[in-house]
């Protein structure tokens, strides 16, 4: 067993038995004791911006691409979902929503509701305990269940829990693209990043994927962890993004989202942050930029950018 796996092996099996108040401390203060660390490396790579050579641009001349997604934790997320679609049809965005199947009810009506008005629903995972990855009989026995999941709600997207990933076993999940991995994050348990802003195809035997990294920092670590008050951090990585053509890939989670600014809780950080970031996006940059859903980016990709004989894992 590699360090970073034992290390979460040991993390998951004391995280019942330390309150949750202290898990955040101790985070917090990892988190700045390790940030002048890499202050080169995070929030922006430099070389995660280079260009993959066979890419032209993105769709109708737009200068960047605009991808949302919310991976929804709990029950408290689950019903703050209707609210943050609202407010990003607000702004006229669209966005995807990760479920995760056998940790609390996710409502037919609420997952008909969100692809009825053109966002996307995608699966989060099985359970979220944390041991999806930690050993390949693990991950086979679960991918069988995952795998019903993408049929019976017609899906076909995934994003693993925690950003735990493993490139070649998503292979065994019956999906188009997915969410799991980040250009730079050296605060997530699994740091490997992939060091682009950019998909990219994951081959295997004839099949494959489409991998979307995330490349805007998740809201947990510099709203929750580090808490700051202000979005420069998000501002100072898209405004890089934009520069080089990239990807804006964006995980917010509505359980960590407080609509009342009156009532915000330990793990919360107010929702008008998150509409800043909104509008500051249409603000400025204004008709340059291509708002899709994971789907639609991942299709673009799979047969306008990297054209060839694909298979996807279905």
């Given at each position: 067993m590699d360090k970073s796996k034992l290390i979460n092996t040991i993390f998951y099996g004391l995280k019942p038995l330390i309150p949750r108040s202290l898990q955040l401390l101790l985070r917090r203060k990892l988190i700045l004791y390790k940030l002048p660390k890499y202050r080169d490396s995070w929030p922006i790579l430099e070389k995660a911006g280079e260009k993959p050579p066979y890419f032209r641009g993105w769709p109708e001349g737009k200068k960047f691409a605009v991808v949302l997604t919310h991976d929804v934790e709990l029950q408290k997320g689950h019903d703050r979902c209707k609210s943050l679609m609202?407010?990003?049809?607000?702004?006229?965005?669209?966005?995807?929503?990760?479920?995760?199947?056998?940790?609390?009810?996710?409502?037919?009506?609420?997952?008909?509701?969100?692809?009825?008005?053109?966002?996307?629903?995608?699966?989060?995972?099985?359970?979220?305990?944390?041991?999806?990855?930690?050993?390949?009989?693990?991950?086979?026995?679960?991918?069988?269940?995952?795998?019903?999941?993408?049929?019976?709600?017609?899906?076909?997207?995934?994003?693993?829990?925690?950003?735990?990933?493993?490139?070649?076993?998503?292979?065994?999940?019956?999906?188009?693209?997915?969410?799991?991995?980040?250009?730079?994050?050296?605060?997530?348990?699994q740091s490997d990043g992939v060091e682009t802003i950019f998909p990219f195809w994951v081959a295997k035997n004839g099949k494959g994927y489409v991998e979307l990294p995330y490349t805007v920092s998740q809201d947990f670590t510099p709203y929750v962890l580090m808490r700051e008050r202000t979005i420069d951090i998000w501002k100072k990585k898209v405004d890089w993004i934009v520069a080089k053509g990239g990807m804006v890939l964006v995980n917010v989670h509505p359980d960590y989202l407080a609509f009342d600014r009156d009532k915000v809780g330990m793990e919360e950080f107010p929702v008008n942050m998150y509409e800043e970031l909104l509008m500051y996006i249409n603000k400025q940059y204004s008709d340059q930029f291509w708002n899709a859903i994971p789907r639609d980016v991942a299709g673009f990709w799979r047969d306008e950018v990297e054209p060839g004989d694909k298979n996807i894992n279905n």
């Open positions: 609202a407010l990003e049809q607000k702004h006229g965005f669209v966005s995807s929503f990760n479920f995760v199947p056998e940790r609390y009810q996710v409502s037919p009506v609420l997952r008909s509701n969100l692809e009825a008005n053109g966002f996307e629903v995608g699966v989060h995972g099985l359970n979220h305990d944390g041991k999806l990855f930690q050993s390949r009989k693990i991950f086979v026995e679960r991918a069988k269940k995952i795998n019903e999941y993408i049929r019976d709600w017609k899906v076909v997207g995934f994003r693993a829990p925690a950003m735990h990933h493993n490139l070649d076993w998503i292979h065994d999940l019956h999906i188009e693209y997915d969410l799991s991995t980040f250009d730079t994050d050296p605060f997530e348990p």
